[in-house]
């Protein structure tokens, strides 16, 4: 497979009118790197965006298509990445955080058979 790259797009034909369109700063091995697969018919040109608007949008012409990419790249890099989660605090229990409110305890009581 062939690709062209311009500034931080890679544009790398999948087969005739359809291509792969990659952030070429990011390494070759992560999946972030795909932004949009671009298909083109006598219509125009079809976007299969892959990141931030996941929306299909069409374009007149394969430029304006890779116009959009590249400002995509470049006004929001690092927008829509992935990334660790966001921590979730950890509650006891209800009835655990009552009875240590009520007794003052450190660890809840021990269940008596």
């Not at 400002?71 to 992935?82: C, K, L, N, S, Y």
């Not at 989660?85 to 655990?96: D, L, M």
Request: negative net charge; glycine residues 6%; proline residues 12%.
């Amino acid at each position: 497979m062939h690709a062209v790259r311009h500034g931080r797009i890679e544009m790398a034909m999948i087969e005739e009118g359809c291509w792969r369109i990659c952030d070429a700063s990011m390494p070759p091995d992560d999946p972030r790197r795909v932004i949009a697969y671009i298909e083109s018919d006598d219509d125009g040109v079809d976007v299969l965006w892959l990141s931030g608007d996941r929306r299909p949008a069409r374009y007149g012409t394969l430029e304006d298509a890779l116009a959009a990419a590249d400002a995509r790249v470049v006004t929001a890099p690092g927008e829509d990445r992935a990334s660790r989660p966001v921590p979730i605090p950890h509650f006891p229990p209800p009835r655990a955080a009552s009875v240590l409110r009520t007794k003052g305890r450190a660890a809840p009581p021990s269940i008596e058979a």
